[in-house]
């Protein structure tokens, strides 16, 4: 995947850029946000990562510009504002996810991951599929191997939003902002406990297990053999 | 302004209090006008009195009764305010302009005031009069007398309009108290408008001037040189926190960034692995104190005080009891959420959730296994109320205070993790709101209660 970093802080670039390298990923840097914005309008990238507070261009004029020239490349900011108000502002600039620094590196791969994904637009689906676990979105119904599984409302969305991301890590962080909407961290994991309550549900009793802990990062919903 | 307000302010309350001094001021000032005039008047009617007499006495010794008639005589005829009679012993008229004794005129060289008929145009008419009775040697008498009805009349005006004299200066009073504390009002009510428009969070407003150069103009003076400061201050203080939260988050996110490159680097079974895991854990807990000391630093500043909204307490309180209660299920305390009622409040979702999730973690952290935690939000007649009440050990009161200091942690429970800022957080998410945060007795436990106060209705 091509991805494009602008980030001033040439220390955070580098670790940056070396860091998405050796995930595989072919990256393209600029330190300042002119510079940005003409690669990104030059170049097809599948991501752009970029941070707020930037020389020469703010960040944010340099997504709104980008947005201007129909340029609907996924933009992940970075940025040191940690605010909600700055966090909607990112995101009505044209933003598609935000993320405060200091930041975990697997904490932006996955969302890079989940915004790369996103890019391919889906046909919409009323069901998803994960090994032999099915979700029905318009019965809000769950089943594996043909047999029902009972799901709290929020048991459900937190199984869909794993299910829409399967074969990625999904971080805590993002469950707690797109299954519950919130911006903070809980003192105490909370999440860990929800996902381990759904993981009775569904992994119990079966002979495989598909709701998987990434150490260190967070959780994968995947089947045992790579989904064809 | 509308008139009923004006009734019930302090500035119109001033104005009555004065215009009833006033009209007490002024009945005082006119009777007393009124009477001292009254005795100057009666003094000097009883000087002509007392000179006539001494006039007419000395003439009865020079020339007898018959002088004295005569003089009488003379002396009645000018049909001036005189009254005179001369009278035997008996008191029977021998001559005069009175027509007979007046009846309380017994006692000789005593003052009397009496009523007489007066015969004008074939019409009797009856005045009253003031004299002295004079007892002449040999057993007549003298009455010399003054008619005073013209005085009596002008008295008897005087005391009926006085009461309509008070009445009008209190009317007038009245209606200028009136138009001055309504231009006073008008005044104030601007201060008083501008000031609640820079609590809502605009800091850039200004108390207007006029042209007066009145005592207002150097209120509004005072008024907005301090604005002007609080405006220095606070910018300065987001300007601090800004370059603070840049400044020393890059170089975390530097060492975050450097842990996790050799983390990815290093065999994961080598044995400096867990010591650097431990490094990147020990890094997340600085930020994690770092940002709670960002977020109250910010919360005091005021910061995102203009971008509250109406916002809703009863599903906040359901979501976090939702988002906590498989926590507190696992260590076995029973979490419940309380019925709530009408729950709106001006807020910031985001920091209230926060803070809620505070009270609810510290609450099923301390709570032993076996024991209950609940959540509520309710509208209560101090105000409405977010609760999260708990049956664990509590805090004494004399304790209470000082646990929401920032980094105060209590013996017991040093040893649990948390940073020892989430009831910091929470006191300055409520100090945002203008809202309270009251530890409670829950006998026995601890109950937090957040109270804010209730919503002004918007009048704009």
């Known amino acids: 995947m091509r991805i494009l970093v602008v980030e001033d802080d040439l220390e955070a670039q580098r670790y940056l850029v070396n860091g998405l390298k050796e995930a595989g990923h072919v990256v393209d840097d600029a330190a300042d946000g002119e510079t940005g914005l003409t690669l990104a309008l030059s170049r097809p990238y599948d991501v752009a990562i970029i941070d707020r507070m930037l020389p020469k261009l703010d960040g944010l004029k340099v997504v709104a510009d980008m947005r201007e020239h129909s340029n609907t490349t996924p933009v992940l900011f970075l940025s040191a504002l940690s605010e909600v108000d700055d966090r909607v502002k990112g995101l009505k600039a044209g933003g598609d996810d935000y993320l405060t620094k200091p930041y975990a590196f697997v904490e932006l791969l996955a969302r890079i991951d989940a915004l790369m994904r996103r890019r391919s637009p889906q046909a919409v689906k009323t069901k998803l599929q994960v090994g032999d676990l099915e979700l029905d979105l318009l019965t809000r119904t769950a089943q594996r191997a043909g047999a029902a599984i009972d799901l709290q409302p929020r048991e459900f969305r937190l199984l869909e939003y794993l299910m829409r991301h399967a074969s990625q890590v999904v971080t805590r962080t993002m469950l707690l902002e797109s299954v519950w909407e919130y911006h903070f961290d809980p003192q105490t994991n909370v999440i860990d406990v929800h996902i381990s309550r759904l993981r009775a549900k569904i992994d119990k009793g079966f002979d495989t297990a598909l709701l998987h802990t990434v150490r260190g990062a967070g959780y994968m919903i995947r089947a045992a053999r790579p989904a064809a | ?460």
């Open chain 2, 1 to 460: 302004m509308r008139a009923p307000g004006i009734l019930r302010t302090q500035a119109y309350r001033i104005v009555l209090v004065y215009v009833a001094v006033f009209a007490v001021s002024v009945t005082a000032l006119i009777a007393f006008t009124y009477w001292n005039t009254k005795r100057a008047l009666d003094a000097q009617t009883d000087q002509i009195i007392a000179a006539e007499i001494a006039g007419l006495s000395e003439q009865y010794q020079q020339l007898g009764l018959r002088g004295l008639a005569d003089v009488v005589i003379s002396r009645s005829a000018h049909g001036g305010p005189g009254l005179y009679l001369l009278a035997n012993r008996y008191k029977q008229p021998i001559v005069g302009n009175l027509d007979a004794w007046p009846g309380n005129g017994q006692k000789p060289n005593s003052f009397v005031d009496f009523d007489y008929q007066r015969r004008v145009e074939n019409q009797f008419e009856t005045r009253e009069a003031r004299g002295r009775v004079f007892a002449l040697a040999g057993g007549f008498n003298l009455l010399v007398a003054q008619d005073v009805h013209e005085r009596y009349l002008t008295e008897r005006l005087f005391t009926t309009t006085l009461p309509w004299t008070v009445g009008l200066v209190l009317l007038l009073g009245l209606i200028g108290g009136a138009l001055m504390s309504r231009n006073m009002l008008a005044r104030l009510d601007q201060i008083n408008r501008t000031s609640a428009e820079i609590i809502e969070g605009d800091l850039s407003r200004r108390v207007p001037m006029s042209d007066a150069h009145d005592e207002f103009d150097a209120l509004a003076e005072n008024l907005n040189a301090m604005l002007d400061r609080i405006e220095r201050l606070m910018k300065g203080v987001r300007e601090v926190t800004d370059s603070v939260a840049h400044d020393l988050r890059t170089p975390l996110n530097r060492l975050r960034n450097r842990l996790e490159a050799v983390l990815r680097h290093i065999d994961p079974a080598s044995n400096q692995a867990p010591e650097i895991e431990a490094a990147v854990a020990e890094t997340d807990q600085l930020i994690a104190t770092f940002n709670a000391l960002l977020l109250i630093a910010e919360a005091d500043a005021g910061v995102g005080r203009g971008k509250m909204a109406p916002i809703d307490l009863a599903p906040i309180a359901e979501d976090m009891a939702e988002l906590y209660a498989p926590l507190a299920e696992e260590k076995g305390v029973v979490l419940k959420i309380d019925p709530a009622g009408a729950t709106m409040i001006e807020g910031n979702r985001s920091l209230i959730s926060q803070a809620l999730a505070n009270l609810v973690d510290n609450a099923i952290k301390y709570t032993p296994a076996g024991g209950h935690v609940s959540v509520t939000a309710l509208d209560t007649p101090l105000g409405v109320e977010l609760r999260v009440a708990d049956s664990g050990p509590g805090i004494p009161p004399e304790e209470r205070p000082r646990v929401v200091e920032r980094f105060v942690r209590l013996e017991a429970s040093r040893n649990s993790p948390g940073t020892g800022l989430g009831l910091s957080l929470v006191a300055a998410v409520a100090r945002l709101h203008d809202a309270r945060l009251i530890l409670e007795d829950n006998a026995p436990g601890l109950r937090a209660v957040i109270r804010f106060p209730r919503p002004a209705p918007r009048a704009r």
